[in-house]
RNA sequence: UGGGGUGUAGCCAAGGGGUAAGGCAACGGACUUUGACUCCGUCAUUCCGCUGGUUCAAAUCCAGCCAUCCCAGCCA
């Protein structure tokens, strides 16, 4: 909404940049976001979309969104849809969308090439023995027999690889490299595999798909991509990225450059580990609010201008980090702070009756809708002999430093008046059921003429005009900030208590008819949004953010 | 034990020979009809991973060391 455009902070890769602008490498730049559909985005995509466009956009170029789209078994058109959604409700526009399927005709013409120049080879080998003869970190690897293999009978092979006459695994296609390089990625890598399995974009079109580190180089250079932005896993890859565009002849080649990928503590970002607790049945699905995914983000409440502005903050480096999810709740919190209307609510009701109030009385009150922002003009609540307000705004010994309602305590009610308890309510078990006061009608809208003044202002809601919802809390779902690697032990690390569910909320009565996305803040309990689930008989909120207390 | 990266405050992160930006967190205080927000102040006085070296001057250059991350998918 209100994002305030100021200069995104430089970058290494910035630097990078500008070198080869003034090499003349590149005319214009164009980047892309190339993620797999095979899961929903996350937090930690969004930093690299970010990345991405902006840096497309520093420089007045573009920033296209490729499907990379090269392994169909693990991916699936509903993916697809998500990131185009997420994307988009991220607030950034790609100029093209583009899969990488809609290269396979360029990128096998390439793989002929290679294996015309004698640089690539179709391996009877099976996977096992292309393992063993790979070698291990200080052994180097050994050719494969069918490394020697004539240009000619490489191409019969390669086509009838393709032609489906051979079953899965059976032969693959590699690269004629250096099996006895110190970088594993130049070992003869595989560049095609045979995989009899349906494309969601090509149908039954292919049997043989290649790999990403085939794919990529040369799906950025079908694009005229010129950086090719990464995570910092790729960085061994990159020999093999350029020898590929090296060998093809490709001028101007795309450059790859890598950065750090985000970390964020108690969450979860792995595919699998998100796989696996949707599939599980541990969240709702991949849109839960807890989840650290973009649409779990939106669907809590989380402005896309916050997860923008986490972004920016968070910076570009090369260096492992883990970021606080403080940071991020503060992004959050700056951006509702700046927009949100305000609103009353009472989570836990604690009723209260004002004994020299008119039996049956009610009146009208003008409220801001934002007291820091007196052009959103103001809503009308509606004051009563009863009304109810937080149960732990009120005590009947008060602690040190307590200044709301206790035993013979004056306090103002938000907008309304200035209330004094008088006397209070228990059952059999002790709980307090209610509360007395008397209010002094002088001080209508919240001051008292006499210039006396209270402590504190609590929220309230009217017994007779209110709405009722159920308000969701969510807590971390891990409680360890980087949960073990074996999905086996996964369960010890999610939190039980991460979501509570609070039944018979009040909300004040002008919030009838709010609808899903809408955000509030309701003062003094945090941002609190409309969940998509939300109907008018089950109005259910999802607390976004709680906001900073002083007060504990 | 091979190769490729990275080490600046509790967490991110600028700075690339001239005397350590900024943000989050934290801690003081002011203000407040939200214990919010806002505002003011404090927060690396040769510990810029460590040890040496070069220099009038080193977080920045050099050497050695230490720590840590990534790589042996027909995943991306």
Redesign the pocket.
Known sequence: MDEIITER????IHDYIDEDLKNGVYDSIQTRF?P?PNGYLHIGHAKAICINFTTAQKYGGICNLRL?D??PG?EDVEYVDSIIEDIKWLGFDYANAYYASSYFDFIYECAIKLIKMGKAYVCD???DE??EY?????QVGKNSPYRDRSVEENLDLFERMTNGEFP?????LRAKIDMSS????MRD??IY???HISHHQTGDKWCV?P???F??PLSDAAEKVTHSLCS??????RPLYEWFLRELEIVPAPRQIEF?RLNLNYCITSKRKCHYLVDNGIVSGWDDPRMATISGMRRRGYPAAAIRDFCD????????????Y??LE?CV??NL?ANSP?AMAVLDPLKVIIDNYPEGHTEEIEVEV???KPELGTRKVTFSKEIFVERDDFMIEPVK????LYPGNEV?L??AYFVTCTSFEQDESGKVTCLHCTYDPESR???SPDGRKVK??L?WVSAVDNVKAEIRLYDRLFKVENPANDDATIDEYINPNSLTVLKDCLLEGGLRGIKPGDTF?F??KGYYCVDKDSTGDNLIINRTVE?????K
């Open positions: 902070p430089s970058n290494f190339p797999e990379d090269t392994n693990k080998l099976s996977a292309i393992k790979r070698g291990t970190l200080t899965n695994a059976a032969r693959v110190p970088n594993f990625n890598p595989v595999r045979i995989a798909y790999m990403y580190d794919a990529h910092l896993e790729f960085e061994n890859h750090a903050r968070i910076g570009v480096s090369k260096a492992y980090s883990v970021v606080d403080g940071l503060a919190r700056d702070n305000r934002n007291q820091d430093k307590y200044f709301r103002r938000k907008s809208g919240g001051n504190g202002t929220h803040q003062m003094r906001l900073n207390s002083s007060w």
